[in-house]
């Protein structure tokens, strides 16, 4: 998947592959729980579900300002 | 905002961010970049907050306050055939909304409005629930306060004009004279004399 014309593809398809797959977890358990009318629904959306999302963003958003002499360290 | 749209913004957020996941090298193209900025930022901030919104919504529910078991007789209580018990007589005349009826009289609890802290109380209700103890009788934080009742009598016409409520509007409105504990209306609940009182069938 990486591009050689971009010497970060490998770090930045690593970096978003992992964000992408802790969002898409995040969403699920976010999906499940408003499906569900509980209190205990609410705390998985924050705890659990909101909590993969940050996680996710953050690695995303790293990824992007991270400059490119330390992408090229990473990969 | 309904159940169906945030899951709508949900199911595109998935497959926006199963895209770049799949095809991370789209991102070397600008359009791609756009694309997996959306995907992995933009609209999980926007599902999270509908999300919110919509759990926040779904929490003033009487369903979602009888989910806990401590609850059970208070909704039982709504069913006594007295029409003195006041919670009673709302809910069934529909004066308040039967499927909200917990959080009209009880707008300033915990999840719904109010501040940081009474959010913590609420997720203390979950810890006391399912991990710690629940102290029986459970108590308002708080004497129940008659804005509760005056944001939907207040100006009616039966109320203002009443000669009972007009000799002490001021003091009602002032919250000097409780409207339930006063001697005039306090058969609220009364949660521990449910066994001996008749109960109200709704007919299906």
């Known amino acids: 998947m990486t591009n050689p014309a971009e010497p970060n593809a490998g770090f930045m398809a690593k970096r978003l592959r992992l964000a992408g797959t802790l969002i898409i977890a995040g969403l699920v358990v976010e999906g499940a729980s408003l499906g569900w009318n509980h209190p205990l629904s609410f705390v998985a959306f924050i705890g659990v579900g909101g909590l993969l999302m940050a996680v996710g963003i953050l690695i995303y958003l790293v990824a992007l300002v991270t400059p490119a002499r330390d992408r090229r360290d990473h990969a | 905002m309904p159940t169906v749209a945030v899951f709508a913004v949900l199911v595109i957020t998935v497959l926006i961010a199963g895209l770049v996941i799949a095809r991370p090298a789209i991102t070397v193209a600008r359009e791609g970049k756009a694309l997996a900025f ?25 369903s979602f306050c009888l989910s806990c078991h401590v609850m059970g007789p208070y909704g039982k209580s709504l069913y006594v055939d007295d029409p003195a018990y006041v919670p009673a ?6 004066r308040v909304p039967p499927n909200q009826a917990c959080y009209t009289c009880h707008t300033d609890y915990t999840l719904y409005t109010g501040s940081i802290k009474a959010k913590i109380r609420g997720l203390h209700h979950i810890y006391a629930q399912y991990i710690g103890t629940v102290h029986q009788p459970i ?9 509760e009742c005056l944001h939907c009598h207040l100006g009616a016409r039966n109320f203002e004009q009443g000669t009972t409520h007009s000799a002490i509007m001021d003091d009602i409105k002032s919250n000097q004279l409780s409207c339930v504990t006063s001697g005039c209306h306090d058969m609220i609940h009364n949660v521990s ?11 299906p």
């Not at chain 2, 108590?139 to 804005?147: A, D, G, M, T, V």
């Not at chain 2, 004399?193 to 007919?203: A, E, F, N, T, Y």
């Open chain 2, 139 to 147: 108590q308002l934080y708080h004497p129940f306060n008659n804005r």
């Open chain 2, 89 to 94: 007589s709302h809910f069934q005349n529909h």
């Open chain 2, 38 to 62: 959306l995907g992995l930022f933009i609209f999980p901030v926007v599902t999270a907050f509908l999300g919110v919104d919509n759990h926040v919504e779904r929490s003033k529910e009487t």
């Open chain 2, 193 to 203: 004399h449910l066994d001996q009182v008749k109960m109200w069938s709704p007919k």
